[in-house]
């Protein structure tokens, strides 16, 4: 089987994609494919930004990355099936989960195709606030592109069912939970980047994503 022919085939056809998913035909192979195919684009994305610091972190960011954003899938997939469920949803879990690697990997392509940019700079500027900041917004305006998507191919699922209407609603609260514990969950899996100094697989746990973003800002300004 070609993985990456499934993530060509999603996005060249995704109506009739799409239609395969809510009729529940081959998701085995969909998730599979997704999953494979996300990682890969993910990890040269990782790579590239950990190269900033060292080889090191390079091996370290392209392992880190991928597990950011699945781990984050995984911990948020049980609220939305679970609510959806209990508001007239038919969907079985894996095709909630189909529908969300769907997401992922429009973002782990996005990622890849902003990856020759974020190697310009890595290549020509040597400051790390400067870098932090860049990708901080790369990664928000791919995720917000990300979640867009997810939002106009799961919106329909609840058009003309019973609940509709308060399923669009947790769909919308999902997708901001999704994005405070992904922003959480890829603080506390820091660095990506890398700093002056020795190699780090992790860091201590302290303050927040947000508020390591304002000092990088208050850094990059002063």
């Known amino acids: 089987m070609n993985y990456f022919s499934t993530v060509v085939t999603l996005l060249r056809d995704r109506q009739s994609f799409l239609e395969e998913v809510h009729d529940g035909v081959r998701l085995k192979s969909k998730i599979s494919a ?3 195919s996300s990682f890969c684009f993910f990890a040269v994305y990782g790579a590239i930004i950990g190269t900033f610091h060292s080889p090191l972190q390079a091996i370290s960011s392209a392992v880190k990355l991928p597990a950011l954003y699945l781990i984050t899938l995984l911990v ?3 609220t939305l099936y679970i609510f959806n469920a209990l508001f007239g949803s038919k969907q079985t879990i894996a095709q909630h989960f189909t529908y969300l690697l769907t997401a992922v990997a429009v973002i ?3 990622l890849c195709g902003f ?3 974020t190697l ?3 290549i020509t ?3 790390y606030s400067f870098f932090l900041l860049l990708n901080v917004a790369i990664f928000a305006l791919t995720g917000i592109l990300g979640v867009s998507f997810l ?3 799961m919106k329909p699922i609840a058009d003309g069912e019973q609940g509709a209407k308060v399923r669009r609603s947790i769909l919308r609260f999902w997708l901001i939970l999704y994005g405070f514990v992904g922003s959480q969950l890829g603080w506390t899996l820091r660095p990506f980047f890398g700093s002056a100094g020795q190699f780090e697989l992790f860091r201590s746990r302290e303050g927040s994503f947000f508020s390591g973003v304002w000092n990088a800002l208050l850094n ?3």
């Open 34 to 36: 997704l999953m494979l």
């Open 115 to 117: 990856a020759p940019v």
């Open 76 to 78: 948020c997939l049980p």
């Open 125 to 127: 500027v040597n400051d």
């Open 220 to 222: 990059l300004l002063g």
């Open 151 to 153: 939002y106009q191919v």
């Open 108 to 110: 782990s392509i996005l």
């Open 120 to 122: 310009f700079f890595l």
